[in-house]
């Protein structure tokens, strides 16, 4: 079942902007991935945190993890039209092997032109 | 970063036939693969886990003798959808890890099922 709530559910912004988007997850993890997929696409991936770390680049993307309040958040800067997509967080855990990832809800982004 | 295919990336079948998606990973040996389904504006969810050699095991829910996974080598694992009806219509996606300390998943670009 998914863990992840993503939030906003979407995002509508002028190209130049930066774009906010925030998860929250229920249990314990050792990672946590975000990945964009463009309409009826695959999964790209984007950037992977580790649970003992806090913040990470790459890029325009700015990625943070708050463990103790089970959140993360991607912040996009100065967004381009060609940012257009769904943005997905995915939590990575390692109890009993279990090694599949467990996606949020998505945030669906579209940046103005 | 890795690369995944998925064959075939559209089909169009009738109710009651069986479909086969192939995932391979083309330039890492996958050693575990993942089967996900995605139905439209919705995220994705897991529908099994295939390490190579061993059956598959199904999340909770999806009928293992309806969704056939077979994880024969280190590149390769396939999905069947059997006796398909219009309800299992669905983008299906693989992901394939080699189980390194990244963890990192490396997804396919999916296939777009659509039973009429």
């Known amino acids: 079942s998914q863990q992840g709530e993503e939030d906003p559910q979407a995002l509508s912004i002028q190209e130049g902007e930066n774009a906010t988007m925030n998860c929250s997850y229920k249990t314990s993890i050792n990672n946590l991935q975000w990945y964009r997929q463009n309409s009826g696409r695959g999964l790209v991936h984007l950037i992977l945190i580790r649970s003992n770390e806090r913040e990470k680049h790459s890029g325009r993307l700015r990625v943070t993890l708050d463990t103790s309040k089970k959140s993360s958040s991607l912040l996009i800067t100065a967004s381009r039209a060609a940012d257009t997509a769904s943005y997905f967080c995915a939590t990575g855990h390692m109890d009993t092997g279990r090694r599949a990832l467990t996606f949020g809800s998505g945030t669906r982004l579209q940046v103005q032109p | 970063g890795a690369v995944v295919s998925q064959h075939p990336s559209r089909v169009i079948c009738k109710s009651g036939t069986s479909v086969k998606i192939e995932c391979r990973s083309l330039?890492?040996?996958?050693?575990?693969m993942f089967w996900y389904r995605q139905f439209p504006k919705q995220s994705l969810m897991l529908m099994a886990t295939?390490?190579?050699?061993?059956?598959?095991?199904?999340e909770q829910g999806v009928e293992k003798d309806k969704f056939l996974i077979n994880h024969a080598s280190l590149t390769l694992s396939t999905l069947t959808v059997t006796s398909a009806h219009p309800e299992d219509s669905s983008f299906y996606i693989c992901s394939g890890t080699s189980g390194g300390l990244t963890d990192t998943q490396y997804f396919g670009p999916g296939t777009r099922l659509t039973v009429l």
């Open positions: 295939s390490n190579e050699g061993s059956k598959a095991t199904y």
């Open positions: 330039d890492f040996q996958a050693t575990t």
